[in-house]
T-cell receptor, first 114, second 112 residues
Framework: GAGVSQSPSNKVTEKGKDVELRCDPI?????LYWYRQSLGQGLEFLIY????????KSGLPSDRFSAERTGGSVSTLTIQRTQQEDSAVYLC????????????FGPGTRLTVL | AQTVTQSQPEMSVQEAETVTLSCTYD???????LFWYKQPPSRQMILVIR????KQQNATENRFSVNFQKAAKSFSLKISDSQLGDAAMYFC?????????WGAGTKLIIKP
């Protein structure tokens, strides 16, 4: 596609439920990132995928968070047993695997945990 | 550890005037990249300008320019001839390898 897409755009869930957030990167971009942006804050790195290499999961805040990337393209971020503090905008970005290249961001998913 | 600091939570400027947003960072690396991103209410993160640390010349993109002071670890963004469409959150970010380190952002308000 022309850009990075994310779905859903907004998600409201009840505390304790599991949620899945989807990211479709730009075709040909082997690098994919997930970030979390809490209200009025900067972006917090969550996880990084690069091709077939093992992902860098160092930013995941707890074991309730996990992410997969199937076929080197689409990625799913899963949050289990959601908590109110998980409420945030989750942004996905993709890029070419070049050190100085820019990242292209999706529009984000706003997650609200009631 | 690398950190990025934006000391101005909010700035306002009159339309058509010039405004400068501040950013400082801390690193022991010598080769890295610096970015300014703009995030309007639509949430879409948009790249404004990029600077490579090994280049001494300040990057410029139309009305946007940076003042990169490597020794001082400072990377400010100047917006000339401010327009209503420039109103947004502006984030400064730093990268050595693949991970971007972000500042907390500056909200820019444009007064008509």
């Amino acid at each position: 596609g022309a850009g990075v897409s994310q779905s859903p755009s907004n998600k409201v869930t009840e505390k304790g439920k599991d949620v899945e957030l989807r990211c479709d990167p730009i075709s040909g971009h082997t690098a994919l990132y997930w970030y979390r942006q809490s209200l009025g804050q900067g972006l917090e790195f969550l996880i990084y995928f690069q091709g077939n290499s093992a992902p860098d999961k160092s930013g995941l805040p707890s074991d309730r968070f996990s992410a997969e990337r199937t076929g080197g393209s689409v990625s799913t971020l899963t949050i289990q047993r959601t908590q109110q503090e998980d409420s945030a905008v989750y942004l996905c970005a993709s890029s070419l695997p070049l050190r100085g290249t820019r990242e292209f961001f999706g529009p984000g998913t706003r997650l609200t945990v009631l | 550890a690398q950190t990025v600091t934006q000391s101005q939570p909010e700035m306002s400027v009159q339309e058509a005037e010039t405004v400068t947003l501040s950013c400082t960072y801390d690193t022991s690396e010598s080769d890295y990249y610096l970015f300014w991103y703009k995030q309007p209410p639509s949430r879409q993160m948009i790249l404004v300008i990029r600077q490579e640390a090994y280049k001494q010349q300040n990057a410029t993109e139309n009305r946007f320019s940076v003042n990169f002071q490597k020794a001082a670890k400072s990377f400010s963004l100047k917006i000339s001839d401010s327009q209503l469409g420039d109103a947004a959150m502006y984030f400064c970010a730093y990268r050595t390898n693949y991970q971007l380190i972000w500042g907390a952002g500056t909200k820019l308000i444009i007064k008509p």
